[in-house]
């Protein structure tokens, strides 16, 4: 199936071929000097991708790189920004290489884009993070400030508070005339760090697609927008399975990809043809929703050694030692969810896992028709217990008076 936005061939020799100074964005992900061939294959197994990322020496790879990045400055409008995404095995190189063809002075940043993972590591710290450099043609570039929510640990003063400069210039609380604090016009949170906390795309994402180091959407949506505008022209000249095309797509912006390999044109041609998204729960709730979740179970499970559970509609924590040999889950009722409801997702999502002894935590009132059996125990909340002293107090009252 042949679609224009995506290209067959060399990078180096398909990008002298477009128009020249046109795109306002070019994001890369190519090789990362990791000395290893790429496999991996579609859930239903039917297909299988691979490309190679093998050099003689790193003097190779970097005038690999070279080449084709000066071809991709040609390609960039004057306000456009590239993208170079990398890791631990060649930021250092790409570095030296792109301060050499867009000028150290066209530096912007060094993003760190962090994830969690939860593999094995032979002695060394586990990676966890990836690198992008990003670099502008020139001084004057498109760049669309994107705010982000407060810490927790943020005084409410420095977000409530206007603030002004002294004579000295240090910031301060402007004041009235009668020495009031002065309340701060509307604020937009604090402007996005170069530290970037995306989930990895995980094994069961409905976004995968099976093609080896495909990067999730959500990374270029950001990526995008920070540096373009609707209608703007976004370039991926190392394309893989197209995430950069399908996140230019959902943005309406224009793209173009290119790939050396045959079956990675295909599979961004189809994947074009309906764009797929995961919705990270991470990114909608935040990372606070999770520490809510966890301090409810570490109050459920005060002086019980567990792991908590984090991705699992059933299951939010095990218990660290087995019972009988069998595993013990644990989950709390959920807001608006029935304690019937939850009984049941805890018992699919324990079965899935060859059943054990389950515990759920109601956070409403136990009725009689909540069957326990004797792999689970069904327990009222602490909260419950004394909303209950409380209610039987007026009974003692009155029996009282
Ligand atoms: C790391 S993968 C890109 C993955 C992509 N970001 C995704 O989300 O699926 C690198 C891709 O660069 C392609 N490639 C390698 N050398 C190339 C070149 N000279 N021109 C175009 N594509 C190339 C490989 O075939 C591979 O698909």
């Not at 867009?102 to 884009?113: D, M, T």
């Not at 976004?234 to 050396?260: E, H, M, Q, W, Y």
């Not at 009222?380 to 009252?397: F, G, M, N, P």
């Amino acid at each position: 199936m042949s679609n224009p936005e995506v290209i067959h061939g060399d990078c180096l020799d398909v990008l002298p071929t477009l128009t020249q100074n046109a795109a306002e964005l070019i994001y890369l992900d190519p090789p990362f000097f990791t000395q290893k061939t790429h496999k991996l294959g579609t859930r239903d197994g039917v297909k299988n991708f691979s490309f190679e990322d093998i050099w003689g020496d790193y003097g190779q790879y970097m005038t690999y790189m070279s080449d084709r990045l000066e071809k991709c400055r040609n390609v960039l409008s004057d306000t456009g920004s590239i993208f170079v995404h990398c890791d631990r095995n060649s930021s250092h190189l790409l570095r030296l290489v792109c301060d050499k063809v867009f000028g150290s002075e066209n530096f912007k940043s060094e993003i760190i884009w962090h994830y969690k993972r939860w593999s094995n590591s032979a002695n060394a710290l586990l990676p966890a993070h990836q690198n992008i450099l990003y670099y502008t043609k020139t001084k004057d570039f498109t760049f669309n400030k994107k705010f982000v929510g407060y810490s927790e640990s943020t005084n409410v003063d420095q977000i409530l508070q206007k603030r002004s400069r002294d004579d000295r210039n240090k910031s301060v609380y402007s004041r009235d005339d009668a020495g009031n604090v002065l309340v701060a016009a509307e604020k937009k949170g604090v402007p996005l760090s170069d530290v970037w906390e995306i989930p990895y795309l995980n094994p069961k994402a409905k976004e995968r697609v099976g093609y080896p180091t495909q990067k999730p959407i959500l990374l270029l949506e950001r990526i995008i927008e920070l540096s373009t505008n609707e209608g703007d022209l976004v370039i991926d000249p190392f394309c893989g399975s197209g995430t950069t095309l399908v996140a230019a797509k959902l943005l309406n912006r224009k793209c173009l990809g290119i790939d050396t390999n045959e079956d990675a044109v295909e599979l961004t041609a189809n994947r074009l043809l309906s764009p797929a998204k995961t919705q990270s729960a991470l990114l909608e709730k935040g990372r606070a929703s999770y520490s809510t979740a966890d301090t409810r179970i570490s109050q459920v499970l005060a002086g019980i050694k567990y792991t908590a559970v984090q991705r699992n509609s059933g299951i939010d924590a095990i218990l660290l030692d087995k019972w009988n040999e069998s595993f013990v889950f644990v989950r709390l009722q959920k807001q608006n969810e029935s304690i019937k409801l939850g009984i049941e997702k805890l018992q699919k999502a324990a079965d899935k896992r060859g059943g054990g002894y389950m515990i759920f935590v109601a956070s409403e009132p136990l009725d009689a028709e909540v069957e326990a059996c004797k792999d689970l125990l069904v327990v009222e909340a602490q909260s419950q217990k004394i909303l209950h002293w409380l209610a039987t107090r007026a009974d003692v009252y009155e029996r009282a008076g």
